[in-house]
């Protein structure tokens, strides 16, 4: 028996044999390359720790980081007809559906909530890209209306995280139809004198950039989204002419008055806080545990300065 082959050996070999890694540990930046601990990239809000790449976020982890504690209570949306127009691809639209049902953990597009960010109340929607490309279908429609409505009612900021494709090809002119009717809902809003903000996120295109994504009191942008209507190479044999340098990015849309901020997702929550308590007539807010001064606070102040 040669115990050094038989025995020595395999030894050896099971110390410094490489373990199994889970494939979801690491993930690689799409821009730089940058290969990420997963941990690192929730801890920084799917934002890119070398070269600050915003990746794809869902709602839910976007609403667990901005709301108060990660705490807020979902809105019911009203459910639309299943399959109104029979559709049928390379799939049936039902199958498609579960399938992306499947993939993201979400039964829609859309997630509305309520709850509250730096103690101030808000109602906030989020678009998830990653549902059949964040797709403005019917439902998509009565999650934007059942929001405004519900700010309405509470007499609340309405923030509005946008993320899509354009309309829902498998619903037809009901996808559609989902531009002018959202686009009477959020009037709901302006007619109570309570603030629509937009909060767009790559990309944004199509007939939600037509609609509810450009109508927001203030317009905000994370960097180097793609926003626009059609697509570059569409415009581009439409008008014979080459298109400027980062052409539908939100650093171009913001230099030529389209947006009024392009803001970092790490630093947004803090940026929306100050607008919505701005808007609102509010106090300004306070950093840290304490609740933010009420007017009796602001008279002893000045007395004192007296």
């Not at 941990?39 to 890119?48: A, G, K, M, T, W």
Request: net charge negative.
């Amino acid at each position: 028996m040669n115990w050094i082959s038989n025995y020595v050996r395999p030894r050896i070999n099971s110390i410094f044999s490489r373990r199994e890694v889970p494939e979801n540990l690491w993930s690689k930046c799409g821009e730089c390359g940058t290969m990420l601990f997963h941990r690192e990239i929730s801890d920084n809000l799917n934002v890119c720790s070398n070269c600050d790449h915003h990746m794809h976020i869902t709602p839910r982890d976007r609403f667990l980081a901005l709301f108060d504690g990660g705490v807020f209570n979902e809105v019911d949306v009203p459910e639309p007809i299943a399959d109104p127009l029979q559709f049928r691809d390379q799939k049936k639209y039902p199958e498609r559906m579960k399938a992306a049902q499947k993939k993201t953990g979400e039964k829609e597009a859309m997630l509305v909530a309520t709850g509250d960010i730096g103690r101030t109340p808000i109602v906030a929607a989020a678009q998830d890209f990653s549902f059949m490309g964040g797709s403005m279908g019917m439902y998509v429609g009565n999650a934007i209306v059942a929001g405004a409505e519900e700010a309405a009612r509470l007499g609340r900021p309405f923030i509005l995280f946008s993320a899509a494709g354009g309309a829902r090809m498998q619903e037809g002119i009901l996808g559609l139809m989902q531009m002018p009717r959202t686009t009477v809902a959020l009037q709901i809003l302006k007619e109570k004198n309570l603030p629509y903000i937009v909060v767009l996120t790559h990309p944004t295109t199509g007939g939600v950039t037509a609609s509810y994504a450009m109508l927001g009191d203030v317009q905000i942008s994370e960097p180097n989204a793609l926003i626009g209507f059609a697509g570059a190479r569409v415009i581009e044999q439409t008008i014979g002419e080459k298109l400027p340098e980062g052409f539908q990015r939100a650093e171009y849309l913001l230099e030529h008055g389209m947006l009024d901020r392009v803001t970092d997702r790490r630093a947004l929550r803090d940026e929306l806080i100050v607008i919505c308590r701005m808007l609102m007539k509010q106090t300004p807010p306070t950093w840290g545990d304490l609740p933010a001064p009420g007017p009796e606070d602001q008279i002893e102040n000045q007395a004192d300065k007296k």
